[in-house]
Protein backbone atom coordinates (compact mmCIF):
# COMPACT_ATOMS: atom_id res chain seq x y z
CA UNK A 1 0.00 0.00 0.00
CA UNK A 2 1.63 3.33 -1.15
CA UNK A 3 1.01 5.97 1.82
CA UNK A 4 1.86 9.31 2.29
CA UNK A 5 4.62 9.86 5.07
CA UNK A 6 2.72 12.56 7.48
CA UNK A 7 5.09 14.98 7.94
CA UNK A 8 5.94 17.61 4.82
CA UNK A 9 7.68 21.04 4.59
CA UNK A 10 5.04 23.60 2.70
CA UNK A 11 5.67 26.80 1.40
CA UNK A 12 3.28 28.42 -0.85
CA UNK A 13 4.60 29.61 -4.26
CA UNK A 14 3.32 31.85 -7.43
CA UNK A 15 1.71 29.42 -10.09
CA UNK A 16 2.30 29.99 -13.62
CA UNK A 17 -1.65 30.31 -14.55
CA UNK A 18 -1.49 27.83 -16.69
CA UNK A 19 -0.02 24.46 -15.58
CA UNK A 20 -1.09 25.12 -12.57
CA UNK A 21 -4.19 27.35 -11.87
CA UNK A 22 -7.18 27.84 -9.90
CA UNK A 23 -10.66 26.47 -11.03
CA UNK A 24 -13.52 26.33 -8.73
CA UNK A 25 -15.49 23.85 -11.39
CA UNK A 26 -12.05 20.81 -10.65
CA UNK A 27 -11.61 18.95 -8.04
CA UNK A 28 -9.73 20.38 -5.05
CA UNK A 29 -9.64 23.83 -7.07
CA UNK A 30 -7.35 22.65 -9.70
CA UNK A 31 -6.36 19.69 -11.97
CA UNK A 32 -2.81 20.43 -10.65
CA UNK A 33 -3.07 19.19 -7.01
CA UNK A 34 -1.69 16.15 -6.41
CA UNK A 35 0.85 16.44 -9.66
CA UNK A 36 4.71 17.18 -9.54
CA UNK A 37 6.33 20.51 -9.96
CA UNK A 38 9.61 22.43 -10.27
CA UNK A 39 10.05 26.46 -9.73
CA UNK A 40 11.31 28.02 -13.51
CA UNK A 41 14.16 30.50 -13.90
CA UNK A 42 12.04 33.29 -12.58
CA UNK A 43 11.00 31.29 -9.10
CA UNK A 44 7.22 30.89 -10.69
CA UNK A 45 5.93 27.32 -10.25
CA UNK A 46 4.73 25.37 -13.22
CA UNK A 47 4.33 21.37 -13.56
CA UNK A 48 7.27 20.04 -14.69
CA UNK A 49 7.40 18.30 -17.97
CA UNK A 50 8.95 15.25 -19.47
CA UNK A 51 12.45 15.03 -18.37
CA UNK A 52 12.37 17.71 -15.91
CA UNK A 53 13.49 18.27 -12.43
CA UNK A 54 10.86 17.69 -9.67
CA UNK A 55 11.03 20.33 -7.24
CA UNK A 56 7.95 18.85 -5.24
CA UNK A 57 4.14 18.04 -4.89
CA UNK A 58 1.35 20.84 -5.61
CA UNK A 59 -1.07 20.47 -2.91
CA UNK A 60 -3.73 23.22 -3.14
CA UNK A 61 -4.63 26.23 -5.20
CA UNK A 62 -5.99 29.69 -4.60
CA UNK A 63 -7.67 31.94 -6.48
CA UNK A 64 -4.97 34.20 -7.34
CA UNK A 65 -3.23 31.37 -8.83
CA UNK A 66 -0.31 31.49 -5.64
CA UNK A 67 -0.45 27.55 -4.54
CA UNK A 68 0.73 25.44 -1.29
CA UNK A 69 3.58 22.91 -1.97
CA UNK A 70 5.50 20.30 -0.22
CA UNK A 71 9.49 20.56 -1.52
CA UNK A 72 10.71 18.30 1.25
CA UNK A 73 9.07 15.69 2.34
CA UNK A 74 9.40 11.69 3.54
CA UNK A 75 7.70 10.38 0.79
CA UNK A 76 4.60 11.12 -1.58
CA UNK A 77 2.68 9.35 -3.77
CA UNK A 78 3.55 10.86 -7.64
CA UNK A 79 1.23 9.96 -10.38
CA UNK A 80 3.43 8.23 -12.89
CA UNK A 81 3.68 9.40 -16.78
CA UNK A 82 1.67 7.59 -19.97
CA UNK A 83 3.36 3.88 -19.39
CA UNK A 84 6.28 4.86 -17.55
CA UNK A 85 7.55 2.30 -14.85
CA UNK A 86 9.92 2.58 -11.78
CA UNK A 87 11.44 0.66 -9.14
CA UNK A 88 12.67 0.37 -6.02
CA UNK A 89 15.43 3.05 -5.63
CA UNK A 90 15.20 4.61 -8.76
CA UNK A 91 15.40 8.75 -9.06
CA UNK A 92 12.79 10.26 -10.86
CA UNK A 93 12.17 13.25 -13.57
CA UNK A 94 9.24 14.92 -14.94
CA UNK A 95 6.74 12.70 -17.47
CA UNK A 96 4.15 13.46 -19.47
CA UNK A 97 0.36 11.70 -18.72
CA UNK A 98 -2.45 10.96 -20.86
CA UNK A 99 -2.90 13.39 -23.89
CA UNK A 100 0.65 14.81 -23.01
CA UNK A 101 -0.71 16.40 -19.64
CA UNK A 102 2.15 17.53 -17.38
CA UNK A 103 3.19 16.85 -14.07
CA UNK A 104 3.51 13.46 -14.24
CA UNK A 105 7.10 11.79 -12.77
CA UNK A 106 8.71 8.24 -15.01
CA UNK A 107 12.32 6.72 -14.15
CA UNK A 108 15.52 9.01 -14.63
CA UNK A 109 17.80 8.03 -17.69
CA UNK A 110 20.06 5.41 -17.12
CA UNK A 111 23.66 5.98 -18.18
CA UNK A 112 24.75 3.66 -21.24
CA UNK A 113 28.63 2.91 -19.86
CA UNK A 114 29.35 1.20 -23.05
CA UNK A 115 28.44 4.31 -25.11
CA UNK A 116 31.41 5.27 -26.95
CA UNK A 117 30.55 8.37 -29.00
CA UNK A 118 31.13 11.34 -26.41
CA UNK A 119 28.50 13.49 -27.49
CA UNK A 120 25.69 10.99 -26.59
CA UNK A 121 27.20 9.79 -23.12
CA UNK A 122 27.36 13.72 -22.12
CA UNK A 123 23.96 14.06 -23.07
CA UNK A 124 23.12 10.85 -21.06
CA UNK A 125 24.58 12.28 -18.32
CA UNK A 126 23.00 15.36 -18.16
CA UNK A 127 19.71 13.71 -18.37
CA UNK A 128 20.43 11.52 -15.54
CA UNK A 129 21.62 14.13 -13.41
CA UNK A 130 17.71 15.79 -13.22
CA UNK A 131 16.99 12.65 -11.42
CA UNK A 132 15.80 13.53 -7.96
CA UNK A 133 14.30 11.44 -5.14
CA UNK A 134 14.12 7.78 -4.90
CA UNK A 135 11.05 5.09 -5.28
CA UNK A 136 10.11 3.79 -2.35
CA UNK A 137 7.50 1.60 -3.92
CA UNK A 138 5.28 1.99 -6.79
CA UNK A 139 2.37 0.37 -8.26
CA UNK A 140 1.09 0.79 -12.13
CA UNK A 141 -0.39 4.27 -11.06
CA UNK A 142 1.88 6.32 -8.89
CA UNK A 143 5.14 6.29 -7.14
CA UNK A 144 6.39 6.49 -3.80
CA UNK A 145 9.16 8.73 -3.52
CA UNK A 146 11.40 9.84 -0.76
CA UNK A 147 13.19 13.42 -1.38
Known amino acids: MLKEHPFLVTTTFQG ?12 NRS ?6 FKLNA ?12 IDGKVIAVDDD ?16 GDSATVARGDKVVGALGA ?4 GYVKGA ?17 VAA ?10 DTTHA ?4
Open 144 to 147: LVAM
Open 31 to 36: DAVGKA
Open 16 to 27: DGDTIKYDITKP
Open 42 to 53: DGIGELVDDGEE
Open 65 to 80: DKFTAAYMFGGLRLPL
Open 99 to 102: GSAK
Open 109 to 125: PAIDAAESDTATLAAEV
Open 129 to 138: QKGTGKVLES
